[in-house]
């Protein structure tokens, strides 16, 4: 996550304006064609190419689209190893906690989660070996992390844009 984007987060954000259709019908467009062009967008939701603009930077000035990217399969890119690891924190030490996983090769996702844990990350690693130097060196010397399990990842399926 972009620096610029984590300070956001921390800031009260105005409330969220409530979307109509022609709104949730572009974001399932977007979702499953980030590179869709506006004229394609405007077409499909039957608005013309001013509208589709002007609601899709709209969408993108209130946060709800946070960015576009690419759906990347890990193993072909080289990163044959994924793994959910669970972390316990020390209490209040989130936003220092996920500075520092961010910064971890590797990471794709960090959330603060209730249960039995605190925070869930995603990794995806060359292989085994580089996986259990990133949990052992690194995660856990960072000195607010209380304890950790590694949960492999066998297979996933992107379950892709909703319907």
């Known amino acids: 996550m972009p620096a610029e984007q984590m300070a956001a987060d921390d800031e009260p954000r105005p409330p969220a304006r409530p979307l109509d259709s022609i709104d949730r019908d572009i974001l399932q467009i977007l979702r499953a064609d980030g590179r869709a062009s506006i004229r394609s967008v405007a077409e499909q939701v039957h608005v013309s190419r001013a509208n589709a603009y002007a609601r899709i930077n709209r969408l993108i000035e209130d946060g709800v689209i946070r960015g576009f990217s690419a759906r990347v399969d890990q193993e072909r890119a080289g990163q044959g190893a994924s793994a959910y690891i669970t972390l316990k924190i020390v209490q209040n030490s ?13 990471a794709a996702h960090i959330a603060l989660v209730s249960g039995d844990f605190d925070v869930l990350l995603l990794v995806h690693t060359e292989d085994n070996r580089a996986l259990r130097e990133l949990v052992l060196t690194k995660i856990q010397s960072i000195p607010e992390v209380l304890s950790t399990r590694t949960l492999l990842v066998f297979e996933e399926t992107d379950l892709g844009p909703e319907p």
């Open 94 to 106: 989130w936003r220092r906690v996920r500075e520092q996983l961010q910064e971890l090769p590797g």
